[in-house]
């Protein structure tokens, strides 16, 4: 994990979000004529000059603000440049030179770290705007004229950040990190969470509904693993999504769930089960997702001995069609049972990618049909050929058949259910497919 670090700085709407996409390649950051959008350190992978190296877009700096948000957002970009190898400080040649820009100067000065000038929105082709002179001020070196929105300058801008990468080291690739997606509605507690686990104040904080709006990754290795937590915003029920910038958030979360090989799905011990809790659940089990069900802010209830037990049952009625998945009860304020969460992600993402034999597999299938006879209708009898395990993530079982129609839904979950009893897969749906003899495609 010793790539390169590359961080864009700079005061609010000069357009650090669009040039960070840029350099990415893909509309990563989230980008609206809007200041302050982007509030967490969002990263990506870049390549260049055949080195691979992360790039963080960071919220903007305002040097002097007493604003909650604001101060946020300055305390995250001051940690992207404490970690950074390069900074690059975006400044706005439609607005020239400002009082804000020499504060952040002087503070990137401070950080005694390389530091390459950007001066953005320089979009005409062939003349240089002689306004870009007065940026030699700052006393950080050679401005580099860019424009985030036609990619112009973005080559140079590289090349002076490859200047100051250090010596690249072998080393071999990591392919055993676990991604964990911490997801759920707004203010359940996903970014304290991620605080407890890495330590440091990674993620924004906020009592704010909707404080985190892009999706997150933070690297964290211990005894049980490498693991890459990606925090994502809180998913509100639709009618509420309103604002443009919110619809991106639901989107990113979306992303996020598709990118991680576990969920891990919050829940406000608080409130219960909600509506949006089921809708946030139901993405990660149709995406085949390993799940675990996270019982946030344990420590605020007033429990008795039954007060779990009773909790359990709410859960497993109303998350009716994830009964796999385990739940754990925990306190992100206070570290309660946080621990035993590295064990369980860890198994849960071994049951997902667990592999069967098609010898085994026959075995339990000769001795279900055995126990309980298959459909029929009209005198014509289910008959199941056998069965094989066509992939993991989640697991995918194929039964070949001789006729597709007569394997009813409820055989099917039977089925299913002597697949679990007998090999686990705990924390994984399972995705099982019929074929008739003879079908082609599919």
């Known amino acids: 994990m010793s790539k390169p670090l590359v961080a864009i700085v700079g005061r609010p709407n000069v357009g650090k979000s669009m040039l960070f996409n840029k350099l990415v390649g893909r509309r990563l950051s989230i980008v609206e004529d809007t200041p302050g959008v982007t509030r967490d350190r969002l990263y990506a992978e870049c390549e260049?000059?055949?080195?691979?190296?992360?790039?963080?877009?960071?919220?903007?700096?305002?040097?002097g603000t007493t604003t909650e948000i604001l101060s946020f957002m300055r305390k995250q970009a001051e940690i992207a440049i404490s970690h950074a190898n390069v900074i690059v400080f975006v400044c706005d040649i439609k607005t020239g030179l400002t009082a804000a820009d020499q504060d952040v100067a002087n503070m990137l000065l401070k950080a005694r770290k390389p530091v390459v000038l950007a001066v953005n929105k320089m979009d005409q082709v062939g003349m240089t705007n002689p306004d870009i002179f007065e940026f030699y001020n700052l006393g950080l070196g050679d401005p580099i004229a860019v424009s985030a929105v036609h990619g112009h300058?973005?080559?140079d801008l590289l090349d002076a950040c490859f200047e100051h990468f250090p010596e690249e080291e072998e080393?071999?690739?990591?392919?055993d990190i676990v991604k964990v997606a911490v997801i759920g509605k707004p203010n359940v507690g996903k970014s304290s969470l991620i605080n407890r686990i890495l330590g440091e104040e990674r993620v924004i904080v906020s009592n704010m509904a909707g404080t985190t709006r892009d999706a997150v990754d933070s690297y964290f290795e211990n005894e049980e693993g490498k693991f890459l937590f990606i925090d994502t915003a809180g998913m509100r029920k639709k009618s509420k999504v309103n604002d443009q910038i919110e619809k991106f958030s639901v989107l990113r979360a979306a992303m996020a769930i598709e990118r991680a090989d576990v969920c891990l799905i919050l829940i406000d011990a608080n409130e219960g089960v909600t509506e949006q809790d089921t809708k946030v659940a139901g993405m990660a089990h149709e995406a085949g997702k390993a799940c675990i069900i996270v019982?946030?802010?344990?420590?605020?209830i007033e429990k008795d001995d039954k007060t779990m037990a009773r909790m359990r049952e709410d859960?497993?009625?109303?998350l009716a069609y994830m009964t796999y998945a385990p739940i754990l009860f925990i306190s992100a304020l206070t570290g309660q049972r946080v621990p035993r969460l590295f064990q369980l992600i860890k198994y849960v993402d071994d049951q997902a990618s667990m592999r069967i034999t098609t010898g085994m597999l026959n075995s339990l299938l000769a001795d279900a049909t055995a126990r309980v006879q298959p459909p029929s209708d009209k005198g014509r009898r289910l008959k199941i050929y056998?069965?094989?395990?066509?992939?993991?993530?989640?697991?995918?079982?194929?039964?070949?058949?001789?006729?597709a129609k007569l394997f009813h839904f409820s055989y099917q979950r039977y089925i299913e259910n002597q697949i679990r009893n007998t090999f686990g897969l705990e924390g994984t749906p399972i995705r099982l497919t019929v074929r008739q003899r003879g079908d082609k495609g599919e």
């Open 315 to 318: 859960i497993r009625r109303d």
């Open 153 to 155: 300058g973005t080559g």
């Open 295 to 300: 019982v946030n802010k344990w420590d605020a």
């Open 171 to 175: 080393e071999e690739e990591e392919t």
């Open 386 to 403: 056998y069965m094989t395990q066509a992939g993991t993530r989640p697991p995918h079982f194929v039964c070949f058949c001789n006729d």
């Open 48 to 63: 260049w000059r055949g080195r691979t190296f992360d790039i963080v877009d960071t919220g903007g700096i305002e040097p």
